[in-house]
């Protein structure tokens, strides 16, 4: 996801930072989008849960901090703001998820 949003900067940042209720047609796409994503993550924490790899509790702020702590990190790369390669980028998330999120 990280190599495929570096890829299309201009994308990620519509897609983003997009002001709701400028374009209702966008508005229904985004949030249609937006809502499929959280049943998404919302079923992998849950599943997660289950399996002992992410810690017990309310899912609900869990999920609002990945997908923000998601949307500031590829808005600051596609930007400059942080410079780093994909792979770099995927490191570093997943080292903060360990400490912030998954269960030990």
Do not use: N, W
Not at 13 to 21: D, K, P, R, V, Y
Not at 83 to 88: F, I, M, Q, S, Y
């Amino acid at each position: 996801m990280v190599e495929l949003a570096l890829g299309d900067p201009a994308m990620v940042t519509i897609s983003l930072s997009t002001a709701m209720g400028v374009d209702p047609g966008l508005d229904e796409k985004l949030g249609k989008f937006y809502g499929a994503l959280r049943v998404f993550m919302d079923e992998t924490l849950e599943t997660g849960q289950k399996l002992g790899l992410v810690r017990a509790g309310d899912r609900g702020p869990m999920l609002s901090i990945a997908l923000g702590g998601m949307e500031g990190l590829l808005l600051d790369a596609v930007s400059g703001s942080v410079t780093a390669d994909p792979d770099e980028l995927v490191h570093a998330v997943m080292s903060f998820l360990e400490s912030g999120l998954l269960g030990r």
